[in-house]
């Protein structure tokens, strides 16, 4: 059985449960766990890993609130436990909004005008 609790928070015994979401393996050594949450329970830990691992086998964008491709590795640890399960729509390019363009474009509009606005919506 494998236990990732060396390369970050230790489980201890008020929650010696933990299911991770992790950009890279955590072997790696990199700082990059995006999500991690700890449990009492071992059922209720296997069963939110086995909700995300669902969520990413389906491909969904969103699970928990976390953009989904951008996670390659979800981690379920504990003292009985030692589970991995690697993202298959795993995908590091950066995931861009056009939400967030308008919305920059709406305060460029209000700060410098009508102009400003069609300048950077591009029209």
Same mark, same amino acid.
């Given at each position: 059985?494998?236990?990732?609790?060396?390369?970050?928070?230790?489980?201890?015994?008020?929650?010696?449960?933990?299911?991770?979401l992790?950009?890279?393996?955590?072997?790696?050594?990199?700082?990059?766990?995006?999500?991690?949450?700890? +449990?009492? %329970?071992?059922?209720? $830990?296997?069963?939110?890993?086995?909700?995300?691992?669902?969520? !990413?086998?389906?491909?969904?964008?969103r699970?928990?609130?976390t953009?989904?491709?951008?996670?390659?590795?979800?981690?379920?640890?504990?003292?009985?436990?030692?589970?991995?399960?690697?993202?298959?729509?795993?995908?590091?390019?950066? +995931?861009? %909004?056009?939400?967030? $363009?308008?919305?920059?474009?709406?305060?460029?509009?209000?700060? !410098?005008?009508?102009?400003?606005?069609?300048?950077?919506?591009?029209?």
């Amino acid at each position: 059985m494998i236990h990732f609790s060396q390369y970050r928070w230790p489980i201890g015994p008020d929650y010696p449960y933990k299911v991770e979401l992790w950009c890279s393996h955590p072997c790696k050594g990199e700082d990059d766990c995006m999500s991690r949450d700890r +449990y009492v %329970d071992r059922d209720k $830990a296997l069963a939110d890993f086995n909700m995300v691992k669902e969520a !990413m086998e389906r491909g969904d964008a969103r699970c928990c609130g976390t953009l989904l491709r951008n996670i390659e590795w979800l981690i379920a640890d504990g003292h009985d436990l030692g589970l991995e399960f690697r993202n298959p729509n795993y995908n590091p390019e950066p +995931y861009y %909004d056009d939400g967030w $363009a308008e919305e920059i474009a709406h305060q460029a509009g209000m700060g !410098m005008g009508v102009d400003a606005y069609n300048d950077y919506m591009g029209y």
